[in-house]
């Protein structure tokens, strides 16, 4: 009996010992998942403070249009709006160091008012920005990002997205420049009279017409980036073939994980490390899934396809917020940037190149694309022109 007691008694003992070694066990497992992961936090916190994130693509303007008839006095940026994915309380919580805004036109405007109204949204971008000062400078460099990133404000930068901005005439694309434009991506969803759209099914031009070609050497001469994003693959290549800047696709992302027109083939992304640009991965769960639902997660595999083809220094951000009307888990506004570069570092990208993908591959291309307009001073502006039929516009000297 008794021998029976002390063995129930000894059995009794090792099983709360085992229960207590499992739980003190969990327990470190737990802690250790859980300082792992404050580990990578701390290091994506630490880069965004080092480098400044550069967002290629954000359509806050066209919210302003389409909500306020850009009436900026009723606009209030200051606290949060569910209604968009942008205001200045998640910008710096993301820790957003610089945004591309994108100045954007319906294509029903081309050959009609186009050129009034991206001249209106580049108005209503600037007026933001100096409604805003104590938070967002306006810039047109790559220095400027950096000196806006040391001053603790958000570099605010201008692309015009849709070459039906210039309306087919040179004199309007440099105008568009001297206004604050830094890149203009060639199409939008329609073809414009010199280049190719991925958007409908029929090509007009074959990729870039002699026009088209000329349009992307004035770009290079400028000092301003060609963007690549909603034109068609052949378009790409012939822009590849033509220019002598890096280009951008401000907001794209792989077409081998989601074969979308708006995607970026393997054959273009093998051309970038020749050409120097950088491609900005697209937050659109369309683009990432080829469905309405997609993750955090999707979006790093898309920078992880990009990285493998074209290398680290080809891969950025450009996540189309206000732009469209869905977005992954994880990622449900401007505010959840880190939890992206906390995933990236999870999966094994050092410091040094988390921080080119967050900002550094967008400045230096853009300090090789400077370099190249700065190289061009003594070349005169290109300066011929093509006639579009298709307008409602009075006619001006037999042309």
Excluded at 110 to 121: G, I, K, M, W
Excluded at 197 to 216: D, I, W, Y
Excluded at 229 to 257: C, E, G, Q, R, W
Aim: aromatic share 8%; proline share 4%.
């Amino acid at each position: 009996m008794m021998h029976k007691d002390f063995y129930f008694l000894g059995s009794f003992c090792g099983f709360i010992c085992v229960v207590i070694c499992v739980d003190h066990s969990s327990s470190h497992s737990l802690l250790r998942v859980t300082r792992q992961a404050s580990d990578y936090d701390k290091r994506a916190e630490t880069i965004l403070k080092e480098t400044p994130l550069v967002d290629g693509h954000n359509d806050l303007p066209w919210q302003l249009r389409k909500n306020y008839m850009n009436q900026m006095q009723n606009v209030t940026l200051s606290e949060s709006n569910p209604d968009f994915h942008t205001d200045i309380p998640r910008l710096k919580k993301g820790r957003v160091g610089a945004q591309f805004w994108a100045a954007y036109v319906s294509c029903r405007n081309q050959f009609t008012d186009s050129v009034r109204l991206f001249a209106e949204q580049i108005d209503v971008i600037l007026r933001m920005v100096e409604k805003y000062s104590k938070d967002f400078v306006f810039v047109t460099t790559a220095q400027g990002i950096k000196d806006a990133h040391k001053a603790n404000k958000i570099a605010s930068l201008i692309g015009v997205e849709g070459g039906h901005a210039m309306d087919s005439s040179l004199d309007t694309l440099r105008m568009l420049y001297d206004m604050g434009g830094r890149y203009m991506t060639l199409t939008h969803g329609c073809h414009t009279p010199w280049a190719d759209s991925c958007t409908p099914k029929q090509p007009a031009h074959n990729g870039l017409t002699e026009f088209g070609k000329m349009v992307v050497k004035e770009m290079n001469r400028l000092g301003m980036f060609v963007d690549i994003s909603h034109v068609s693959a052949k378009t790409m290549h012939d822009v590849l073939n033509v220019s002598k800047a890096p280009v951008i696709f401000s907001h794209s992302s792989a077409y081998a994980l989601c074969k979308h027109p708006r995607n970026v083939p393997d054959d273009v992304l093998k051309r970038m490390p020749q050409n120097g640009g950088v491609v900005m991965v697209n937050f659109y769960n369309d683009y990432l899934t080829c469905s309405k639902k997609a993750s955090l997660e999707d979006v790093a595999d898309h920078i992880d396809h990009i990285k493998n083809i074209s290398g680290i220094d080809h891969v950025g951000l450009g996540s189309d917020y206000d732009g469209v009307p869905r977005v992954p888990e994880g990622l449900e506004d401007v505010s959840t940037f880190p939890k992206l570069i906390a995933e990236l570092l999870k999966r094994g990208y050092s410091d040094e190149d988390v921080s080119k993908v967050v900002g550094k591959n967008l400045l230096a291309a853009m300090e090789r694309m400077e370099k190249v307009a700065a190289d061009q001073t003594q070349v005169q502006p290109f300066d011929d022109f093509i006639i579009v039929n298709k307008t409602c516009r009075l006619v001006y000297g037999g042309l």
